[in-house]
């Protein structure tokens, strides 16, 4: 299935593009910077996720309309590496936390511009999964004493 973008279309799905790209960095460095073990996995998943977006984007930029990617929640082992860099996973989690909710934002404001349904309905539903990356960063935040709601 194809697509022809305005051009207004265009410059949005490039803006969530560098998003994307920036996610994809972000969470596989962050991953190695992480302390604990299960951060890290956690992290690398994301950061597997995140190229997903970045393909389906990529995707509708080229005017292809890409199938609903599906939830992919691979574990993976990660073995210890030293961080050489001074941040806390607390720190790395806060960081992350706030990409995702501007990411997520991002999706929400593009995908009031865009005439075509199945381009909506694509966006949404990568916006969900960044609410859902922001939800399990949080439980993990959570479960480890790292963030107390107030
Ligand atoms: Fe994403
Ligand atoms: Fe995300």
């Known amino acids: ?35 604990d073990k299960q951060l890290k996995t956690l992290f690398e998943n994301h950061a597997k996720l995140e190229q997903q977006h970045l393909n389906t984007v990529n995707s509708l930029l080229s005017g292809q309309i890409p199938p609903m990617s599906q939830q992919n929640n691979v574990q993976q082992p990660q073995g210890d590496e030293n961080a050489s860099l001074s941040i806390s996973d607390k720190e790395l989690c806060t960081d992350m936390l706030m990409t995702e909710k501007h990411v997520s934002s991002t999706y929400n404001t593009a995908i009031f511009e865009f005439a075509d349904k199945r381009v909506r309905d694509i966006l949404n539903h990568i916006q969900k999964e960044e609410q859902q990356h922001g939800e399990a960063i949080f439980k993990y935040m959570e479960t480890k004493g790292l963030y107390q709601p107030q």
């Open 1 to 35: 299935m194809t697509i022809t973008l305005t051009q207004k279309e265009r410059m949005l799905l490039e803006d969530l593009k560098s998003s994307e790209e920036i996610c994809v960095v972000k969470y596989a460095n962050y991953a190695s910077l992480a302390q």
